[in-house]
């Protein structure tokens, strides 16, 4: 095991300033948040050494700002923080509930959702969620701030669309509309302390008799990465969620699904079961958004 | 005896003794020990299941910096003969188990190991042993094992028990029968049969604490091991037959356990630490991590069933009859004896024949775990005697009452019962407020009665009473599920003095007699027998100087209310003399008051249990909530009820869990897959709801307040009463365990 340095920058650029200069010694640097994958990931196998950059420091990092068309968590904010904010919950409950299935409490108090979506497990809950949500990734990087899609992001088991230089600085979300709500659930064979065997996060957005006008469908934990269902969504939209509708919604995800078997359960266990989900998250979705 | 007696503090539920260190972080686990100059031991283990070691050298890693000691079997005696208490076993075998000889057996398997000034050294100089193996194929499914064609784990290992001499090896380690009556008449008397074929994967004990010992080896070879264990005595005895010691060399410390469940009453790490230490010279500490748990200790044997019952329309059972496989991994010993003798034992049966298995498989070698082998065998017959109550359209407590063992009965194991309470529980079961609710639509609701025999065995027993007429019991048997209090509760009955007066400690092996294993459900039962009579001791000994005092004969003084009075019609104008008075005098009635006993404890009593479990089948994705579940089981008389509904929620979460999530998964190459409690999943807390428990008390006539052993029976009953409340919810039957939610969804979807 190689030696580890800690280091806590205050502002952006010092942190980009480190990062970039590990790459060009060609040093290997790692951002840190919470650090509940990280510093898990370190003790079982992954200890060669590096310098651990830690965001918790930067303001940006830690802003929490509610906008008049959208909002935007920074990255460093730990999921019990985040589940303290009436404000929050109302808007994005089922992003917030997504964050809430992860890790006991005290892990909660850790814990990051831009975190849980760099750790780019294809069982991540949060994004699903952020991607029914539209959300967007705030990248810092040398030159300058970039955005990219949650659905972008994350580009196979465990790895993102980060280069060495860069971190996510925080994540942007839409304000939701009138009539608009979120859901996500998951599915696993305790009632906590587990990881998704799968997954599904949906928003939509009703007309005022009911109608679905909107909807984002993504599902987890059944392909290598979390996925939006666009054939999922378009069986929603233009229905007052119906039986049929939901059955349509719930084959799509099945069919979008590309699960593997393993431990967690079997391949084709997984693909019924994000249908269910979906269906069911759509619901909870809906009466929230009628409610 | 004992029966509607009057107690003081019997049955009462004062605070543990020993609770303020254990929820303040205070008292010791065993891996709490720090000594000065400790080196880190660690252990080189398989990466295969099946392999022939062609050769291990370890000079590399002796000789980097900071390395002390490294071992190989080698470095171990040659033991035969048997070793252990309840877990007793070839000595030889559990030599190979510490640390594999020629082949290694199970992936995860001891090869060699390693003292180092840190844990990072030693795991580099882990890395360092070099080991050439000749991988062989691996025999992982019980019933591929048992075929002639299987590859062997042991070519000198011949059946035990045939008919006739085996004439070939098999992994058939031995067999075992059981019959009563005539079959074919029995079942020829039958207006209906069900029969059944039933699978349960490997199941870990679970507990929370993993292994760990400290050991220290002075320069005349004298070695002090402190270690979490149930029974401190018995790791001595196997230490001692491992390592060629004299038993007078070694001393054993027990710390604080955080469960054991049966599985800390085999030693693994212990006598690896002590030969460390001995080369190092210095202590040696060893702590197993989780992953090292599960693949190298536990569990208990999966097994595939067979059980068929035969009965009249009445539900009188006629005949039944079982056939029994029990993996017992890497070496011989799983625990289908106690399985095939509790399969049948609630019921009253004439006609009956089981054959049980013994399997080698190159699975972790199994321990004991809870009422070993009951759970399984159980399971089996708890189904099919709900799939006859159905058939039958008979309440499915009804059918158990019906024929239901009762005192005087001849037990289908041999002997005949004594006082036992099953009916007892059965009728509870049937009045119980759970039992009587309605049913929620979309739930299910399942019913289960089991046996455990429960033992005796050896136990010590002191008491010292202080200068002030407190006392300090000293006995022999670690303290996992709140023996402490219900020792001092029953000291406490037998002397008339306060239960806050008594302190009791858990003696080293040089500080008490020799005792077995906190195991078998006897703590409480055995250990507090001894207890008991050395109270008693101190009785006979505070009336004699009482009658030294008044100038009196020692038959004219009683004990009454923790005090010696004169007896009815002795004409003496004294005061009473408290154990207080007593002991503030002893200095000049003949010195301090010292009572004692040793026993090997007789008349166990039996307990048996009955479950009602209620629960919801999700039957869209097959998940299950259980909704409801009460624990009904004899015990005896309940000296603390705490500890006793402790033992009841307790069996029932660990039976629950079984009967639900757990399982050993295994890849191709027989390495287990879930290795950690993410993947191997005990139930949470919130997974289950309060479990109601029901005491029933039928008194053991043999032990002093009524005592029964409670521990292990809790776990034989919910496996069935899961698999039945499944049956109910769902219309499906599924015979194999776990009833994970993908096996349910896929039994409901195969069933539309």
Not at chain 2, 497 to 523: C, L, P, Q
């Amino acid at each position: 095991m190689g030696g580890y340095t800690y280091v806590a920058p205050a502002t952006v650029a010092d942190a980009l300033t480190i990062l970039s200069e590990h790459k060009n010694n060609g040093t290997r640097a790692q951002v840190l948040a919470g650090g509940t994958d990280l510093l898990v990931q370190m003790r079982s196998g992954d200890n060669a050494g590096r310098a651990i950059v830690d965001i918790k420091n930067i303001k940006e990092s830690n802003n929490l700002v509610f906008g008049e068309t959208e909002t935007f968590i920074g990255a460093a904010i730990s999921s019990a923080v985040l589940n303290e904010s009436e404000k929050l919950k109302e808007l994005f409950p089922g992003l917030l509930e997504a964050a809430d299935l992860i890790g006991s409490t005290q892990i909660q108090g850790r814990a990051t959702i831009a975190g849980n979506l760099c750790n780019a497990s294809p069982a991540g809950d949060t994004i699903p969620a952020l991607i029914a949500n539209s959300g967007v990734c705030v990248i810092s990087g040398p030159s300058g701030e970039r955005q990219m899609a949650v659905e972008e992001f994350v580009t196979g088991v465990g790895t993102n669309a980060l280069s060495s230089e860069e971190f996510v600085l925080g994540l942007r979300l839409p304000n939701p509309a009138l009539r608009t709500s979120d859901a996500y659930l998951r599915f696993i064979p305790r009632t906590e302390m587990d990881i998704a065997v799968a997954g599904a996060g949906v928003s939509l957005s009703l007309s005022e008799d009911g109608t679905c006008i909107a909807a984002r469908v993504a599902i987890g934990a059944v392909a290598p990465t979390a996925l939006l269902v666009e054939d999922a969504a378009e069986a929603i939209v233009g229905s007052k969620l119906d039986e049929g509708a939901l059955s349509k919604a719930s084959e799509a995800c099945s069919g979008a699904a590309s699960p593997i078997s393993d431990k967690r359960g079997t391949a084709e266990y997984r693909r019924k079961v994000v249908g269910v989900l979906c269906k069911r998250a759509a619901v909870i979705a809906r009466d929230r958004a009628l409610s | 005896m004992a029966e509607a007696v009057d107690y003081k503090i019997i049955g009462e539920r004062p605070v543990r003794p020993d609770g303020v260190d254990k929820v303040t972080g205070r008292a010791q686990y065993g891996a709490d020990l720090s000594l000065p100059n400790t080196l880190i031991g660690s252990v080189l283990r398989s990466p295969h299941a099946h392999a022939r070691i062609k050769s291990i050298d370890v000079t590399a890693a002796l000789s980097m910096q900071g390395v002390y000691a490294a071992i190989t079997s080698e470095d171990f005696a040659s033991p035969d003969g048997e070793v252990g208490g309840e877990a007793a076993g070839s000595a030889s075998d559990l030599a190979k188990n510490v640390m594999a000889t020629d082949k290694v057996l199970y992936h995860g398997h001891a090869v060699a190991a390693i003292a180092a000034s840190t844990k990072e050294i030693a795991d580099l100089a882990l890395d360092a042993i070099v080991v050439e193996y000749d991988v062989l194929e691996p025999v992982l499914d019980i019933d591929e094992a048992m075929k002639d064609t299987a590859p062997l784990l042991d070519p000198d290992c011949y059946t035990q028990n045939l008919p006739e001499k085996a004439e070939k090896p098999s992994n058939i380690a031995s067999v075992m029968q059981l019959s009563g009556g005539n079959l074919e008449e029995g079942f020829a008397a039958a207006d209906i049969i069900v029969e059944g074929e039933y699978n349960i994967p490997m199941a870990h004990q679970g507990y929370i604490e993993p292994h760990a010992c400290t050991a220290t080896v002075n320069e005349a070879g004298q070695a002090t091991v402190w270690c979490c264990t149930q029974g401190h005595f018995e790791f001595r005895s196997m230490t001692a037959a491992l390592l060629g010691m004299n038993i007078a060399d070694l001393k054993f410390i027990a710390s604080e356990i955080g469960g054991g469940f049966g599985g800390k009453t085999v030693v693994y790490l212990e006598p690896v630490a002590v030969l460390l230490s001995k080369i190092a010279g210095r202590p040696v500490k060893m702590t197993m991590s989780r992953e090292e748990v599960f693949r190298a200790t536990g569990p208990t044997s999966g097994t595939h069933c067979k059980v068929k019952v035969g009965a009249k329309k009445d539900g009188t059972l006629t005949a039944a009859s079982a056939w029994l496989a029990y993996e017992a991994g890497a070496f011989a010993g799983a625990p289908m004896g106690p399985g095939a003798m509790c399969i049948f034992a609630p019921y009253k049966l004439e006609n009956f024949f089981v054959e049980a298995f013994d399997v080698l498989v190159n699975k972790p070698k199994v321990a004991a775990y809870r009422a070993p082998g009951a759970p399984q065998s159980a399971h089996a017959m708890e189904i099919a005697l709900d799939d006859l109550a159905r058939e039958l359209e008979m309440d499915p407590i009804d059918l158990r009452l019906k024929n239901a063992v009762q005192e005087g009965d001849q037990a289908t194991y041999g002997p005949k019962f004594p006082r036992i309470g099953f009916k007892e529980c059965l009728e509870a079961a049937k009045n119980h407020p759970n039992y009587k609710t309605a049913l929620e639509e979309g739930t299910g609701r399942g019913v289960s009665a089991g046996f455990w025999f429960n033992v005796g065995m050896q136990s010590s027993a002191e008491v010292h009473v202080n200068e002030n007429g407190t006392v300090t019991l000293v006995e022999g048997n670690p303290d996992i599920g709140g023996s402490r209090a219900s020792m001092c509760i029953m000291a406490s009955e037998t002397l008339g003095i306060e239960y806050e007066s008594i302190r009791a400690m858990i003696g080293d092996t040089e500080s008490t007699g020799f005792s077995n294993v906190t195991g078998g459900s006897r703590t409480t039962f055995a250990t507090g027998m001894a207890v008991v009579q050395a109270c008693e001791d101190i009785i006979a000994q505070c009336k004699a100087r009482a009658a030294v005092t008044w100038g009196v004969d020692e038959d004219q003084v009683e004990w009454q209310d923790g005090q010696a009075i004169p007896a009815p019609g002795v004409n003496a104008d004294v005061k009473p003399l408290s154990l207080a008075d007593i002991a503030s005098q002893a200095h000049k009635t003949g010195g301090p008051l010292l009572g004692r006993a040793s026993l090997n404890a007789q008349g166990p009593g039996p307990s048996f249990a009955v479950n009602i479990c209620d629960l919801k089948v999700d039957q869209e994705t097959g998940k299950v909530d259980v909704t409801a579940f009460t624990a009904i089981q004899d015990a005896g008389k309940a000296i603390h009820p705490d500890y006793v509904e402790g033992q009841m929620q307790g069996g029932t979460s660990q039976g629950l869990g079984w009967a639900l999530n757990e399982e050993y998964i295994f890849d191709a190459n027989g390495v287990m897959e879930n290795a950690g409690f993410l993947d191997y999943r005990i139930p949470v807390a919130s997974d289950l709801p309060m479990i109601d428990c029901h005491i029933v008390e039928v008194p053991n006539p043999t032990h002093p307040f009524g005592v029964r052993g409670v521990g292990e029976t809790p776990i034989v009953t919910p496996l069935a009463a899961a698999a039945n409340a499944v049956r109910d919810a769902t219309g499906v039957r599924i015979n194999d365990l776990p009833l994970s939610p993908p096996k349910i969804l896929e039994a409901l979807d195969g069933n539309d």
